[in-house]
Structures are given as C-alpha cells and as structure tokens.
C-alpha cells in the first residue's frame, strides 16, 4: 500500500514539473510575441513620425529626421537579409558578425541623431550637421555593402545551380532521343536492326562452316579414321534414303471440313 501511495506521489510531482515547464515556456512565448508585437508597432510609428518631420519641419530639426530614417532603414534592411541568408549560408555568419559590430555604431548615432532632435541651440546643430550627415552616410553605405554582397552571393548560387539543372536536363533530353542518332555508315539505327530469319539463316551457316573447319582441321592422326567414317556415314545415308514418293490425288473423304462449308452432293447415277 505504501508503495502504491508513493508512485502516486511520484507520477503527480512529475506531472505538476511538466505542467509547470509547459506553463513557462508558453508565458515565454507569448511574452515574446508581445514584445515583438510592441517593438514593431513602436518602429513603425517612429518611422511614421520621422517620415512626417523630414517633409513637415525645414531646416536642421527635418535633416535630422532625414538622417535618421535613412539610418534606421538600411540597418533593418540588412539585418532583415543577412538572417534570411544565414540560415542558408553558413559562411555568413562571419559578415552577421561585422554587421553586429556595424549596429552597435549604428545604435549610438540614432542616440546622437535623437538627443539633437530637441536641441535648442540650432546655430551649433547646423555646425555639427556636415560631420553628422558624413558619418551617417559612412554607416548606411558599409550597410548596403555588406546587404547586396550577400544579395549577390545567394542569387550566384541561384545561377550556378540553374545552370547544371539545365545541363542536366539538356543531357536527359538527348537521351530520350537516341533512336535519331546517326550510325557510322550513315543510316539510322533502326533501320539496322536484324530481321528474325536472318539472324537464324547466318547462324546455321556459321554452324555449318565451323563443322566443315573442324572436320579439316582434325590433324593427320585422324586422317584414317575419318575416311572410314565417312565411308561409312557415305553408305547410310544411301542406304537410308528413302525413295520418290507417289503422287497421289487428294481424297474428298478425308479433307478437313469447316462450319461454313456446303456439304458435297452424291452425284446422280441416272
């Protein structure tokens, strides 16, 4: 009894970890997707807004939300493409890396470009606008270099792997038409394709002629024992020849009859 009461106590402690495993990992998940759901709704407003004040606000305040929408939007570009391409391609988990490394630059101008947005002094950030405008472009284009590499490299692959599947199948195309294929003496290859007698008619003559070589090839040993043979073989075969035979009529009694055929009428001895 006290063992039935301890696999009890052992099958629900275990039951109660695995639901509570499985109460975690889904709070995790939607948590995550929460999250997710958050950051993006908040990046697309910031977009939005920054969208606005670039062609809403002149002067330095609109250059500024310039230079960061064009920041934020090749940096997400090229995150967006080289996780796509990574799960593919192995080796570029090394240019992931240098773009992680390129993001954290990345992050710290946006700060920067943030923070001046609500500058008062607009003499001192239109002096600080060339050195501001320089270093995001330096950003955004190692972005783009690193985004159409990638781009280039997979449509490579793309290239190089559409080109041997039509090889491929230019090789099987003319391995489905191999009956038009010329012999050497110019004619096709289905119109040298032996007839059924013919191959029999050249086989017994080939049989033939090898029996005739091997009767003179036999060697001078055999040169008296084959001359009695043959006599002998000479004087069965005239002895067993059957003679002509007669020609006799066809009798009407015996000749195989069908369904459709009339029988014969007796003739009349009137």
Do not use: C
């Amino acid at each position: 009894m006290e063992a039935v009461i301890l696999i009890l106590v052992l099958l629900f402690l275990v039951f109660l970890g695995v639901g509570a495993y499985a109460a975690v990992r889904v709070v995790g998940a939607a948590r995550r997707s929460v999250d997710r759901t958050i950051s993006q709704a908040r990046r697309t407003v910031e977009d939005t807004a920054l969208r606005a004040k670039s062609y809403g606000q002149p002067g330095a305040a609109g250059e500024l939300a310039q230079l960061r929408l064009s920041l934020r939007t090749s940096m997400r570009a090229t995150q967006d493409a080289l996780h796509a391409g990574v799960a593919e391609d192995e080796s570029l988990r090394e240019t992931l890396s240098l773009f992680e490394r390129l993001s954290a630059h990345g992050l710290e101008l946006d700060a920067e470009l943030r923070r001046l947005e609500r500058e008062p002094d607009k003499t001192g950030l239109g002096q600080r606008l060339p050195a501001l405008r320089e270093r995001t472009e330096q950003i955004t284009h190692s972005a783009d270099a690193l985004r159409w590499a990638a781009r280039d490299r997979a449509r490579k692959f793309a290239d190089d792997d559409l080109i041997a599947l039509n090889e491929q199948i230019d090789v099987e195309a003319g391995a489905l038409r191999h009956w038009t294929t010329p012999a050497a003496d110019g004619r096709p290859q289905a119109q040298q394709r032996q007839r059924p007698g013919q191959g029999s008619g050249q086989g017994s003559g080939q049989t033939q002629g090898a029996g005739s070589g091997s009767s003179a090839d036999a060697g001078p040993w055999s040169s008296a024992g084959e001359g009695a043979a043959d006599g002998s073989d000479a004087g069965h075969r005239t002895g067993s020849q059957p003679g002509p035979e007669a020609i006799t009529g066809r009798d009407p009694n015996r000749q195989q009859r069908y369904l459709w055929q009339k029988a014969a009428r007796p003739e009349s001895t009137t």
